[in-house]
């Protein structure tokens, strides 16, 4: 039997991992007084995936007004191609439908196309460019929004898509 990946609220004792993983993913990684500010915030969920003690990825989003935006979501290497980031991203649209938000939104580089790809296939959609949104090369972000994420067709295509997804476990907030 294969060990469960355990998808839990990130915690303040998760940070030095999350950080690593952070400068491993990112040119322009979170001051740990970010990550802090973030954990502390009432409307911001941030999630880590992990197997026993070992961190694997992480990802957060805040929920406001209806609106989930997801902020970071990031899976260290050595554990990409192995349905980690959607596992994370499923965890926050559920987290963020707990919450009563009706859409989603997030930003892209232009050039992740596996990012987009992950994105589309939970009904993200291309709504605008924000031209030079990357501080380290410039690169323009696609902004990506999810609409009626709290209709029930949407909500039956996330349980599909979740249950496609074997060894899973949530703890929720």
């Known amino acids: 039997m294969l060990t469960p990946i355990v998808i839990a609220p990130m915690r303040a004792c998760h940070l030095d991992d999350v950080m690593r993983i952070d400068r491993c993913c990112f040119s322009t990684p979170w001051e740990r007084a970010v990550f802090q500010a973030e954990l502390a915030n009432q409307a911001s969920r941030y999630l880590v995936a992990k197997i026993e003690n070992r961190i694997l990825g992480f990802g957060g989003e805040t929920v406001l007004l209806g609106e989930a935006h997801i902020s970071i979501l990031a899976v260290s290497p050595e554990w990409r191609g192995k349905k980690i980031g959607e596992r994370l991203l499923c965890a926050l649209l559920e987290e963020a439908l707990r919450l009563k938000a009706h859409c989603a939104i997030l930003e892209v580089r232009q050039s992740n196309l596996i990012?987009?790809?992950?994105?589309?296939?939970?009904?993200?959609?291309?709504?605008?460019?924000?031209?030079?949104?990357?501080?380290?090369?410039?690169?323009?972000?696609?902004?990506?929004?999810?609409?009626?994420?709290?209709?029930?067709?949407?909500?039956?295509?996330?349980?599909?898509?979740?249950?496609?997804?074997?060894?899973?476990?949530?703890?929720?907030?």
Do not use: W
Not at 126 to 137: C, E, G, H
Not at 149 to 166: E, F, S, V, W
């Open 115 to 173: 990012a987009q790809n992950l994105y589309a296939k939970y009904g993200f959609r291309p709504v605008t460019l924000r031209p030079n949104y990357y501080t380290d090369n410039s690169e323009d972000a696609i902004v990506m929004r999810l609409d009626a994420m709290d209709a029930p067709d949407y909500r039956a295509h996330l349980q599909q898509l979740r249950n496609q997804m074997p060894y899973v476990t949530c703890r929720t907030y």
